[in-house]
């Protein structure tokens, strides 16, 4: 096969999307000024002038995954008729949550409420409605929405590769206007480079959100300092660490890492319901359900058009997660297809977008309401610590926990393990894009992609922290918003012409 032309396209991908990724790196390791004072422009053009489009397009997804689960296409298989899963249910939920949650989850799962309570986007003027807006606003970016992007393009992924033929890449959506070379055209190649680097900056934000917790989780409890030379050593650990269980493959390494991600998540769950404030958890999950239902179409659309203090947190917050949700589209998109081979679309659509949002609403309503409670009772004022520096939240609430030390070197396992659970699944995707699709790739390209990941990731912390963190996923998603709807027509279009009315589906 080393004459065939899909080995001259995966070169081409390959060389192109590494070469535009060093130059990213080594602009920002020579220039990390300029560089930081650039990604800031462009975080500030893009939230001013393409916030109202995100806003669109991920609501257009979730209307896209409801309509096709409901459709004569419901009970299509995600492979071929007579297929069989290749993951049981539980494996597979772990490695969605593994891939899709895991990392801004444990991030944001403490401090995102505590910042909420402080800054009242919904203009709560006491504090226990804040407390609920709180919680509400949080469940908004993790819910529906960001599933509905990762499995729109999983979808259209999986009917493309596992039922047409064509190679795991992301140009493969297109077949329907590019024609069954689409890999090969000029648009296609550009497609898929622009899928690489859309990867490559989603899950190096997760990275660097990653390392800099964990390095004040080791600053809160060992007094190890917090500085750009500590995230440096965790990010070649970790580093060596995701790719090398990228080598060992779907089945050994990452689904054991993403196993061992759901037991953990389980028993720190149950750890602080039990040892926590139990009944004002359990009254808080069942608020932030009826919250987030009742004001889910007024939130999901609501873009603040003539300013004010809202308009601030929807550029810093929700903006931010869209983009950050699209950017990790064709990272997440590609795994989930993976591993969802020989589903029907509506047990796919059931279990992408309501499973992982209930996961969402216990998680928060357990560690987000617990420091909410210590927050609103005036058991201690850690908010504005919390805002501070969001890497201690977690740990900061479990100071007021029984037990709370244990539970925070474990929570640090977890964040540890989800971040190489992420990273290690995205290495592989990475691997397979820039080598036509191949469902094993190359170890080759897993090093290299691995390394790179974690370079961006140091780049992006020096140059600016959280902010370029957030500019890179901004930027990476811009393109891919638009590359993800017309995938949408795409798939469509496709199963109408494959399946006429008339024609059984299956």
């Not at 998109?333 to 969402?360: K, N």
Request: glycine share 10%.
């Amino acid at each position: 096969m080393s004459n065939t032309p899909e080995v001259q396209t995966s070169k081409f991908v390959y060389y192109v999307s590494l070469i535009f990724v060093l130059c990213v790196v080594g602009i920002g390791l020579m220039l990390p000024v300029q560089f930081g004072g650039f990604t800031g422009s462009v975080f500030t053009f893009l939230t001013k002038y393409m916030g109202w489009w995100y806003m669109l397009a991920v609501n257009f997804f979730v209307i896209f995954c409801i309509v096709l689960a409901f459709s004569r296409f419901g009970s299509l298989k995600m492979g071929k008729p007579d297929e069989k899963p290749e993951f049981s249910t539980m494996s597979w939920f772990a490695m969605l949550f593994g891939a899709g949650h895991g990392v801004g989850m444990v991030f944001y799962g403490v401090a995102e409420p505590l910042i909420n309570y402080i800054v009242r986007p919904f203009g709560a003027t006491d504090s226990a409605q804040a407390a609920e807006d709180a919680l509400r606003a949080s469940i908004i970016h993790w819910g529906l929405h960001p599933w509905a992007v990762y499995a729109v393009i999983a979808m259209c992924l999986a009917y493309f590769q596992f039922r047409k033929g064509a190679p795991g890449l992301f140009s493969s959506l297109f077949l329907p206007i590019l024609g069954k070379d689409a890999a090969r055209t000029p648009i296609g190649r550009i497609i898929d480079v622009a899928a690489v680097f859309a990867t490559i900056a989603g899950v190096a934000t997760s990275v660097g959100l990653a390392v800099m917790q964990v390095n004040s989780g080791l600053h809160f409890l060992f007094k190890l300092p917090e500085n750009i030379t500590v995230q440096l050593s965790l990010i070649v650990i970790l580093g060596f660490f995701y790719t090398f269980c990228t080598a060992t493959g779907l089945d050994k390494g990452i689904k054991l890492l993403a196993n061992s991600n759901l037991t953990l998540c389980i028993v720190l769950s149950v750890g602080l319901l039990l040892l926590g404030p139990t009944l004002p958890i359990i009254e808080t999950s069942m608020a932030v359900i009826g919250n987030y239902l009742s004001h889910f179409i007024t939130d999901s659309f609501r873009v603040a058009p003539y300013g004010g203090s809202y308009r601030s947190w929807l550029d810093d917050w929700t903006l931010y997660y869209w983009a950050w949700w699209i950017a990790w589209g064709p990272f997440v998109g590609s795994f989930v297809a993976r591993i969802s081979r020989g589903r029907t679309i509506r047990e796919f659509v059931a279990g992408v977008l309501i499973v992982p949002t209930l996961g969402g609403v216990v998680w928060f309503s357990i560690f987000g309401g617990t420091a909410l409670h210590i927050q609103v009772t005036g058991i201690a004022d850690i908010a504005q610590t919390v805002k501070d520096n969001i890497g201690v939240g977690v740990y900061l609430m479990y100071d007021y926990v029984p037990l709370g030390s244990i539970m925070s070197v474990l929570m640090m396992a977890l964040l540890i393990i989800f971040v190489v659970t992420s990273a290690s699944s995205s290495t592989y995707v990475l691997a397979m894009y820039t080598s036509d699709g191949m469902l094993n790739p190359p170890k080759s390209r897993m090093a290299v992609w691995g390394t790179l990941q974690a370079g961006l990731a140091f780049v992006l912390l020096l140059t600016g922290g959280i902010k370029a963190l957030q500019t890179s996923s901004i930027t990476a998603a811009a393109p891919f918003s638009i590359i993800t709807v017309v995938a949408c027509w795409c798939l469509w279009t496709a199963l109408n012409k494959d399946f006429p009315k008339g024609v059984e589906v299956r």
